[in-house]
């Protein structure tokens, strides 16, 4: 698979676990240019086009105006991300398909209904309704990161609470099945190469089709996939390390990146070469709030968010296969619920910060959030104040 020249660059790239605060970098920078190629990134609503996709083809739900999966964009994003982390995985030889005792399947599923209400309620996943929405300058982002934070906080109560009351649920019979040993070590990276290979296929035959823009939503999401998995960076633990064992390496990671992202999108937005009401959601008030507290709850049971739940699958983690599949069918269940109801109109207000503050006011004020919360997780990394566990 290597020859000798190409080994220590093979090496580097696939063999050792990537810096996170780099990986924070190359997500923000990847986010920006996708929303000055056409929109930011997000997971929910490629998902909810999965869940409303099956249940149109069982009857449950009609949709006429309904883009299959392989045509809708938040769709392709989320097929890259997996297909990414899946390369990235085969190259490190770190894929194994992985499946957990029941118990671990079951909290899988009840994470996975909880983020896609949350993400309904929200109008975005912890990826759409907090990052992204929080870079395009939107209230609701930040109404979404004090959801999320309570949310993880108290999904983490209900582990530790598990653990003690309830061990057996989830000790034991978890199975291992295609991990890298011997000549299986050996195949993997080779493995790897022909998933490269087939993509740049699907990548030609897109293009041939006359549909170049699907395929480069498609490269944009197999380089978020391929960034998270070797770096392990994940909002999961930006927001449940600093209760659980204290470690803010990702929270300030997750800052970081967040700043950059706030940026890259002011700047978009400022010179107008993208309108400012983009990404920027009704949600800034209950909805935010209930929509991050059941995500947060939800991605800790998972043990992934929207984009963590992604490539992990594509690594092989049975668990969050079936995250996936509870979250794509309860985010079009609760958006259809929500629609009939009139949920939607009731769940806050679109607010613009530079409406409020200007342009200054606007980065000022979330660059401070971004920077107090990094600074707030580094003295509870020392002092372990505010950690339950």
Known sequence: MKSSSFAPLYGTVFARPWLVWGSAVLIA????FLFAFDRPWTASDGLRNWGDWALTGVGLVRRPDLLPPWLYSGSLLNIGVIVGGTIAALLSREFAVRVPARAELAKGAAGGILMGVGAVLAFGCNIGGFFSATSALSLSGLGMMLGLGAGAFLGLRYLIWEVAHRPHWSRGGGRIYLQAAGAASARQPWAGALVVGLVAVVLFLYARAG????????LFGAAFGV????SRFCLVRAFREPFMTGDAEHTRAAALALVLSTLGFAILKYTDLKDKSEWVFPAAGIGSLAGGL?????????????AGSLWRAGEGQVKLWVA???????????????AQTGLLQKLGAAIFLPASLGWGGAIVLIVAIAVAWAMLSTWNEETHTLSVV
């Open 211 to 218: 549909y170049g823009p699907q395929g480069v939503f498609l």
């Open 324 to 338: 996936v599949a509870c979250f794509a069918l309860g985010a079009s269940l609760a958006r259809l619920v929500a």
């Open 294 to 306: 059941a995500f947060g709850v939800g991605m800790t049971l998972a043990g992934g968010c929207g």
């Open 29 to 32: 920078t990847l986010n920006v």
């Open 227 to 230: 960034v998270f998995q070797r």
